[in-house]
């Protein structure tokens, strides 16, 4: 299996793309092999999402299981802490290293609307888990998250970073940016993240956009600026399934392009279970990734 960590380290240019688990086992058999057709394309990893609550939190272990099992494909499993009780969190970490996953994305999760009944939480915070990961399972490699214009929580980038820093001392290997259009928006965050001593890999996430109706969810789940160039396709091509999915795919491979060009090594893709935007993300970067 390929050392993920030493590819993502590398100075060659890589790339990773997330899937998520099904809603309901009705379609989990048919989910699971749109995860497995884009490992068929060897990235570098792959990370498998974990549903809010947990309630399929199922899903994201057979998936990930299935893509390391059958492709060599390193799998990384998420896991949330929040509405998540210690004793389900120890329980999903056992089933992990009963399936040989030993690469998990340590997150909070969002804090569900209704009143949160936080004596249920596992931990309250990514760094809690963290650091409980790094003790309990210290041969895991954890990635964590973090946010180019800021988590919506935060009230200035000076305390998400700080908050960050706290990520990485627990032991984070590394993060995982959530997507952003504009690419000197993640080199402002990276500057900002190397000033205060932040030194692990922080890989750009990408999502390639190839509907107009997904602008809206995007922007919605992420607060992400849309630049104008981008605007634009969605203005002329919105109305055009097509045009907009050749459109979308062409901003996503331009943006990897200028990452790479600009020194960074490695992009995680926000696949959406798309083989078709997986490969043509991969025939696009033919010549330029490793
Ligand atoms: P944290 O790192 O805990 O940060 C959350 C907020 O709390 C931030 O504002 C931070 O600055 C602040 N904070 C952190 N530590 C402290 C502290 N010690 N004291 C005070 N404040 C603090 N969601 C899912 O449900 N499933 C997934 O699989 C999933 N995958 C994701 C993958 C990526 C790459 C990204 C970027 C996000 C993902 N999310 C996922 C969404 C994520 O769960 C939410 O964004 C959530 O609101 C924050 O999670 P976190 O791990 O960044 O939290």
Same mark, same amino acid.
């Given at each position: 299996?390929?050392?993920?960590?030493?590819?993502?380290?590398?100075?060659?240019?890589t790339?990773?793309?997330?899937v998520f688990?099904?809603?309901?086992?009705?379609?989990?058999?048919?989910?699971?092999?749109?995860? &497995?057709?884009?490992?068929?394309l060897h990235?570098t990893f792959?990370?498998?999402?974990?549903?809010?609550?947990?309630?399929?939190?199922?899903?994201?272990?057979?998936?990930?299981?299935?893509?390391?099992?059958?492709?060599?494909?390193?799998?990384?499993?998420?896991?949330?802490?929040?509405?998540?009780?210690?004793?389900k969190?120890e329980?999903?970490?056992? &089933?992990?290293?009963?399936?040989?996953?030993?690469?998990?994305?340590?997150l909070r999760?969002?804090?569900?609307?209704?009143?949160?009944?936080?004596? &249920?939480?596992?931990?309250?915070?990514?760094?809690?888990?963290?650091s409980?990961?790094?003790e309990?399972?210290?041969?895991m490699?954890i990635?964590?998250?973090?946010?180019?214009?800021?988590?919506? &929580?935060?009230?200035?980038?000076?305390?998400?970073i700080?908050?960050?820093?706290?990520?990485?001392?627990?032991?984070a290997?590394?993060?995982?940016?959530?997507?952003?259009?504009?690419n000197?928006?993640?080199f402002?965050?990276?500057?900002?993240?190397?000033e205060?001593?932040?030194?692990?890999?922080?890989?750009?996430?990408?999502?390639?956009?190839?509907?107009?109706?997904?602008v809206?969810?995007?922007?919605?789940?992420?607060?992400?600026?849309?630049?104008r160039?981008f605007?634009?396709?969605?203005?002329?091509?919105g109305?055009?399934?097509?045009?907009?999915?050749?459109?979308?795919?062409?901003?996503?491979?331009?943006?990897?392009?200028?990452?790479?060009?600009?020194?960074?090594?490695?992009?995680?893709v926000?696949?959406?279970?798309?083989?078709g935007?997986?490969?043509?993300?991969?025939?696009?970067?033919k010549?330029?990734?490793a």
């Open positions: 299996m390929k050392d993920m960590m030493a590819e993502i380290r590398s100075e060659k240019p790339i990773s793309f997330e688990p099904p809603k309901k086992e009705a379609v989990f058999e048919s989910v699971k092999g749109k995860a &497995e057709q884009i490992a068929a990235p792959m990370s498998v999402t974990y549903g809010a609550g947990g309630g399929t939190s199922k899903f994201t272990i057979d998936i990930a299981e299935g893509i390391q099992k059958k492709y060599d494909v390193p799998a990384m499993a998420h896991l949330t802490c929040v509405s998540t009780p210690r004793a969190i329980e999903y970490m056992a &089933e992990m290293q009963k399936r040989g996953l030993t690469h998990i994305m340590a999760g969002d804090i569900p609307a209704e009143a949160p009944d936080k004596s &249920e939480w596992g931990f309250a915070h990514a760094s809690d888990l963290i409980y990961v790094k309990a399972a210290p041969e490699t990635g964590a998250a973090c946010y180019p214009e800021c988590h919506p &929580e935060s009230v200035h980038v000076a305390e998400d700080a908050n960050l820093k706290t990520k990485c001392d627990a032991g290997d590394f993060l995982t940016s959530q997507m952003f259009f504009d000197n928006v993640f402002t965050f990276l500057f900002k993240a190397r205060a001593g932040i030194d692990v890999p922080i890989l750009p996430g990408i999502m390639p956009i190839t509907n107009a109706k997904q809206i969810r995007a922007r919605d789940l992420s607060h992400a600026f849309m630049p160039r605007m634009a396709i969605v203005d002329r091509f109305e055009d399934p097509d045009a907009m999915r050749k459109a979308g795919i062409a901003y996503a491979t331009d943006q990897i392009i200028d990452l790479y060009a600009n020194g960074i090594s490695h992009v995680h926000y696949a959406m279970n798309d083989f935007v997986a490969s043509a993300i991969m025939e696009n970067l010549g330029i990734i």
